[in-house]
């Protein structure tokens, strides 16, 4: 069993198409998961600034805030300008270049990650293996946590990790016979990092196979917290 | 006792399965403590349904008692299947109605049904092919059929409607493997139709044992419900010794 768990990837609010705990704490504390990287679900599927005001207010030490920044032109952007992004003092921001529809590697973007300097969480269904290449081909120190890699995809995803030690995996949607310890053995487990997606993905078995994987406790442990600490 | 209805040997072309093997398979299930799991071959799913059935037969008997073999049935080869179940360690049949091409009501498949062996069958919610509205019409016409519809219908939109189809056919009951599972959908699935109508699955090694049974061990359900969805329900409709 992992000493400290920390779930990369939470939701916290309402989301319209299901009904889902809007609170993750509760479930949390039912799986054994001490604290988690939450997104506000406004910033996904309303308005980000208004999504990242609620998920700012919260006052919990066991919920680690990961805002959503949209990069664009003034009057376009979220929040207005990225000063205010270093205002808010957080570890990681979030940025979904599908559904906010702005080019993750055109030149705003990349200059306000440049400037920012900080660790981006980003779901591969929100970008591709290509466009990675092309953002660390521009941004050489760039940190990626790549969100909800899956397991279709796990020949580009590797790739992906072979050419640059900038890119950190999400192991929750590993979900092919032995694929964590596939990438753990060819990548280190000091690249995955222990995350849910939860309440719209599955917690229950990526938490069970944290307990169950054929590693060693010191690789497990990283998986569990440690890695995402490094990261962040 | 945890009994896996749903498993895999071998390789699929659309992606990496890291570990195809048998031998991985029963080192997990040694590692997380379940008892058996049923299994097709992934080339018999594919193009040779014949042969991956002969391997995966091969496979049951190398390691007796672990693995029972769903022998897949292709309609456009009419696949030479055992009726004999317990002499050769075979649960039953696996259909694909998806990779096959081949609606699961279309008459090809009176064969199967005939042989009055359980079926477990590929769902798929709005696919032409295996939408559960078509588990329905199957079951009233064969209720004497044991029939696993896979996946609950595979995508969580559907899933309500996928036990709502099934509610009022005794013969079939909901299998719970699939990668857009949640343990909650599950604990909701329970709610809606009965524990006793949920079947533990995990589609290893296509995905991962371990995840797949984590969503029923740490599932929000009672014990007693567990006990049912894990392997008592699977055991009691495959007359399975305790």
């Not at chain 1, 990092?193 to 196979?209: H, N, S």
């Amino acid at each position: 069993m992992p000493k400290l768990v920390i779930d990369a990837h939470r939701l916290i609010g309402p989301v319209p198409f299901d009904d889902l705990p809007s609170d993750p704490r509760a479930e949390m504390d039912r799986l054994g998961i001490d604290r988690a990287c939450v997104t506000h679900t406004l910033s996904l599927y309303s308005d980000a600034e208004a999504g990242n005001e609620a998920l700012l207010r919260l006052d919990d030490p066991r919920l680690i805030p990961v805002p959503v920044v949209v990069p664009g032109v003034p009057g376009a952007s979220a929040p207005a300008d990225l000063h205010q992004v270093l205002a808010w003092n957080v570890r990681m921001i979030r940025l979904c270049p599908e559904r906010h529809r702005f080019d993750l590697t055109g030149p705003i973007a990349l200059r306000w990650l440049a400037a920012l300097a900080l660790p981006v969480a980003i779901d591969l269904e929100e970008t591709s293996p290509a466009q990675l290449h092309t953002l660390f081909t521009r941004l050489p120190e760039q940190r990626v946590l790549l969100l909800n890699p899956g397991y279709r995809r796990l020949r580009a995803v590797a790739e992906l990790m072979a050419e640059t030690r900038r890119v950190w995996l999400e192991m929750g949607t590993v979900n092919t016979q032995g694929g964590v310890e596939w990438l753990a053995h060819r990548f280190g487990a000091d690249r995955l990092v222990f995350g849910t997606g939860a309440p719209i993905a599955d917690d229950c078995g990526p938490r069970f196979l944290l307990d169950h994987l054929a590693l060693e406790p010191s690789a497990v442990d990283l998986i569990a917290a440690g890695s995402l600490s490094g990261l962040l | 006792m945890i009994l896996d209805a749903h498993g895999h040997v071998g390789d699929w072309p659309d992606f990496l399965i890291p570990d195809p093997s048998a031998e991985g398979l029963v080192a997990t299930m040694d590692r997380i403590g379940v008892t058996a799991m049923g299994i097709s071959h992934l080339l018999a799913v594919g193009p040779d349904a014949e042969r991956g059935n002969r391997l995966a037969i091969e496979i049951a008997e190398r390691f007796p008692g672990r693995f029972g073999v769903w022998q897949v049935y292709n309609p456009h080869h009419r696949t030479p299947l055992s009726s004999v179940r317990a002499l050769d360690g075979i649960w039953g049949v696996k259909l694909h109605p998806d990779v096959h091409q081949c609606r699961l009501d279309d008459p090809l498949y009176e064969p199967v049904w005939d042989l009055g062996l359980p079926v477990l069958a590929h769902a798929q919610t709005d696919s032409p092919w295996s939408d559960p509205a078509q588990f329905a019409a199957v079951a009233a016409r064969r209720p004497e059929v044991p029939l696993l519809m896979g996946h609950t219908g595979l995508w969580p939109y559907g899933f309500a409607r996928a036990a709502r189809l099934a509610a009022d056919h005794p013969n079939v009951y909901l299998e719970t493997c699939g990668s857009k599972m949640t343990g909650r959908w599950i604990a909701r699935l329970v709610a809606m139709i009965g524990a006793d109508r949920v079947v533990f699955g995990s589609d290893a090694c296509f995905l991962d044992l371990r995840t797949g049974l984590g969503r029923i061990a740490l599932a929000p359900l009672t014990a007693p419900d567990r006990t049912l969805v894990q392997g008592a329900n699977l055991a009691r409709l495959l007359a399975l010794p305790p």
